[in-house]
């Protein structure tokens, strides 16, 4: 039977070489660049809850650090370290070795180092704490926003929701959308280098986790503002836009959640600056509306000025 100290060993001992000290000790020591601010999250996964017991164990470490360097990308903040809490229901070390490649791969593809964690037996369950840095003047706060400022989404939405409505057996999809929705649901691409290149373009930014609306509907609440979207600016990928299922697709791109894309605001001034970034980084980058000063609330219209508004579908623990 294998220990929980070679677990440990074995499986996420792995070089800090920017950590004074990482796995081993009581605590591991971070020195911070001067100047910067630490950016600190956790987000937690349990099973039967965030996803399927049986998911696969490689993708499930991948998808456990990427929804926690979304949250750091949408602070615009340059990931440095990760502390992984891990509940395991036995010492299976087939499992426990695919989980660690998921995690450490990318982790290496975004300079994140693993200084320390905790791990127990129990009903799996996996808590990842992410720190960043960035500086504390531009950090890219939900509270941010002002009146008459552009609101800007990477990427596209509802593709995940739209994977789980396939595996729940609410919607067939087309073999291609089904290969693009699941490559969305369980690999989610963290927008860590849009994030950090944002930093004094962008004057606000959330990752869009909960659905499109509902964390829309966070900026403006914490910033004190209104916002008009544009439903036919809204992008949409090739799966939502040839989903027989018209509402489904619709209560997906709206509140779908589970996305890690950047929605964001900036003032117009930047429009062009914020398209060239986009052209760079090879991210799409849409324009989806504007912020209006009034109270916090969205005013989706289509072209023909039409309200538009989803059921909620986005994830809300205690709803
Ligand atoms: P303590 O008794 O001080 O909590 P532990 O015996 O739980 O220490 O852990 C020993 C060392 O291994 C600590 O440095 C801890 O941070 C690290 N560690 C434990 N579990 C993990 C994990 N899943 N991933 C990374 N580091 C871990
Ligand atoms: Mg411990």
């Not at 039967?48 to 017991?53: L, S, V």
């Not at 989404?153 to 073999?175: M, N, Q, Y």
């Not at 909960?210 to 990928?237: F, K, M, N, T, Y």
């Not at 209006?292 to 994830?315: C, H, K, M, N, Q």
Request: glycine fraction near 10%.
């Amino acid at each position: 039977m294998t220990s929980e100290f070679e677990i440990i060993r074995k499986y996420f001992t792995r070089p800090a070489p920017t950590a004074l000290l990482g796995i081993g000790d009581d605590c591991a020591l971070l020195r911070p660049r001067a100047g910067a601010a630490l950016a600190v999250s956790t987000d937690m996964l349990l099973a039967g809850r965030h996803f399927f017991a049986g998911t696969d164990p490689g993708k499930l470490g991948h998808k456990a650090l990427a929804v926690n360097l979304s949250d750091l990308a949408a602070m615009g903040a340059d990931p440095r370290w990760a502390l992984l809490a891990i509940a395991l229901p036995g010492a299976d070390e087939k499992w426990i070795a695919a989980f660690a490649k998921g995690f450490f791969r990318l982790a290496r593809r975004f300079g994140t180092e693993l200084v320390g964690g905790d791990t127990t037996k129990g009903p799996l369950a996996i808590s990842i704490t992410a720190i960043g840095e960035v500086p504390p003047d531009s950090a890219l706060r939900r509270d941010a926003a002002r009146a008459g400022e552009d609101i800007w989404l990477s990427g596209t939405t509802g593709e995940a929701a739209l994977a789980l409505a396939h595996l729940e057996g609410r919607v067939k999809l087309g073999s291609a959308a089904r290969k693009a929705c699941l490559a969305r649901l369980h690999t989610p691409e963290p927008r860590v280098a849009l994030g950090r290149r944002l930093r004094g373009l962008a004057r606000c930014a959330i990752d869009v986790s909960d659905g499109l609306l509902a964390d829309l509907e966070h900026v403006l609440r914490a910033s004190g503002v209104g916002a008009q979207l544009r439903w036919d600016e809204l992008p949409r990928a090739r799966a939502i836009a040839s989903c027989p299922d018209r509402i489904l697709a619709r209560d997906c791109l709206l509140a779908g959640g589970d996305d890690y894309e950047l929605l964001f605001t900036a003032a117009r001034s930047r429009r062009a600056r914020i398209e060239a970034l986009g052209r760079k980084l090879r991210i799409p980058l849409a324009r989806i509306g504007a912020t209006v000063a009034g109270e916090p609330e969205i005013d989706l219209r289509d072209a023909r000025g039409e309200t538009v508004s989803a059921r909620r579908t986005g994830f809300d623990h205690f709803a």
